[in-house]
C-alpha cells in the first residue's frame, strides 16, 4: 500500500487534491483507517490517477473526467471531447486576446495620462436630432468597431440612395449592465424606411465637446482629455454620449473629424 504522500508525489498532484476527489467519488483510496483517517493507495489505483491527471490537465471538469472513466476511454471519445474542448478553448483565446488589448490600451493610456495632447474642449447646448439608425447591444468584451461599423452600413444601404442621406454621422453610446447600447445612424428627415429605426435624440443644454482627429484607436485618449475637463469644471455626465463624424471617408482613418459630445449638469 502507498500512503497518501506518496501517492500524490508519484502523480505530482497536492493532498488536498486527493482529499477532494475522494469526496466526489472520483478516485477513493484503497483504505481508510477507521480511527485516525489516514488514507492509504493501491498502487494498482495509480493508473486511474494518471488517466485523471492527464484529463483535468486537457481541461475537462470532473463530471467529465468521472463520465470519461465510467464509460472507458476509448480514443473516439476521447477525439470527440477533446473537438469539443478545443471550440471552448478557441472561445476562451479570443476573450483573453481581446482582454489583452483592452489592458495594453489601458496602460497606455496611464503611460500618456502626463503627457496626453490637448484637444479643443468647449461647452455648447446640442439641438435634438433625428436619426435613421439601427440600434445594437455592445457585450462588454466585444471589440466596438465590429459593431458599430456594420450598423452604420446596414443604415446606408437603407437610405443611401437619396442625396445627402449620409452626410451627418452620428452615433449615441449608453452604458448597460450588460454591456454599451449603441445607436449608430444618420441625420434623417424622411419618412419611416424598412430596415432602420427612426430614433429622435433629445436637445441637450450643456455638453462638454472636444475634437479627436485621427484614427479611432487612439479616440480614448481625447474622451479621457473631455472626461478630465468635465470633473474640473465641477460637472459630471447626465447621459449617453454621442459622437458625431465630421469626416470619416478615407478608409485609414488618419484624416478622420470626429466631435465627442457629453451632456452634463453642475454638481
Do not use: N
Amino acid at each position: 500500500m502507498l500512503s497518501i504522500g506518496a501517492f500524490a508525489q508519484i502523480g505530482q498532484v497536492t493532498h488536498r487534491m486527493l482529499r477532494h476527489w475522494d469526496t466526489t467519488g472520483l478516485l477513493v483510496p484503497a483504505h481508510v483507517d477507521e480511527r485516525s483517517g489516514y488514507r492509504s493507495y493501491d498502487p494498482s489505483q495509480l493508473e486511474r490517477l494518471h488517466r485523471i491527471v492527464a484529463l483535468r490537465q486537457l481541461g475537462f471538469g470532473l463530471e467529465d473526467v468521472a463520465s470519461i472513466l465510467k464509460q472507458g476511454v476509448d480514443a473516439d471519445r476521447i477525439a470527440l471531447l477533446l473537438r469539443e474542448r478545443r471550440v471552448e478553448v478557441e472561445h476562451e483565446h479570443r476573450i483573453a486576446a481581446a482582454r489583452l488589448v483592452d489592458v495594453e490600451r489601458r496602460l497606455h493610456l496611464i503611460e500618456r495620462e502626463k503627457h496626453m495632447r490637448e484637444i479643443e474642449i468647449v461647452q455648447k447646448s446640442l439641438p435634438a436630432v433625428r436619426l435613421a439608425a439601427r440600434r445594437r447591444l455592445v457585450a462588454d468584451g466585444a471589440e466596438m468597431a465590429d459593431v458599430v461599423g456594420p450598423a452604420f452600413d446596414a443604415v446606408a444601404a437603407v437610405i443611401g440612395a437619396q442625396k445627402g442621406a449620409l452626410d451627418t454621422p452620428i452615433a449615441q453610446y449608453a452604458a448597460r449592465e450588460d454591456g454599451t447600447e449603441v445607436i449608430a445612424g444618420y441625420l434623417y428627415s424622411g419618412g419611416e424606411r424598412d430596415g432602420v429605426e427612426i430614433v429622435d435624440l433629445p436637445a441637450v443644454e450643456v455638453a462638454v465637446c472636444g475634437i479627436h482627429l485621427g484614427s479611432m484607436d487612439r479616440i480614448a485618449e481625447s474622451w479621457q482629455s473631455v472626461h478630465a475637463r468635465i470633473l474640473e469644471g465641477g460637472f459630471v455626465p447626465s447621459g449617453p454620449c454621442r459622437e458625431l463624424y465630421v469626416r470619416a471617408e478615407s478608409d485609414h482613418q488618419s484624416d478622420w473629424v470626429t466631435e465627442l459630445q457629453q451632456p452634463v449638469v453642475a454638481v
